[in-house]
């Protein structure tokens, strides 16, 4: 099997539920989609208030919800018990 084709396979798979512990790395990797979700919740919520035609008014209200759900689920993942570790550096 070629470099490419192993890559690949790897990708596409996918894991059933997050893993025990979790590197310091994706912590931080975590910390910041938190981030990113909560930023993009805000603006869409406060667009939506601002916006006088109700189609896209009822879009952005439906993407701040989605992010927000986002933001709920990460959370729950960090809080679940995962400690970050260090990487193995052997």
Request: charged fraction near 15%.
């Amino acid at each position: 099997m070629d470099q490419q084709q192993q890559q690949n396979q790897n990708q596409q798979q996918v894991m059933p539920q997050p893993p025990q512990h979790v590197t310091v790395k994706d912590h931080l990797y975590l910390s910041d989609m938190l981030s990113w979700n909560l930023n993009a919740a805000k603006k869409a919520a406060f667009f939506a208030k601002q916006c006088t035609d109700m189609d896209i008014k009822q879009e952005l209200e439906k993407t701040a919800q989605m992010h927000e759900r986002h933001y709920q689920q990460l959370i729950t993942h960090l809080q679940s018990g995962n400690q970050p570790i260090q990487p193995n550096t052997n």
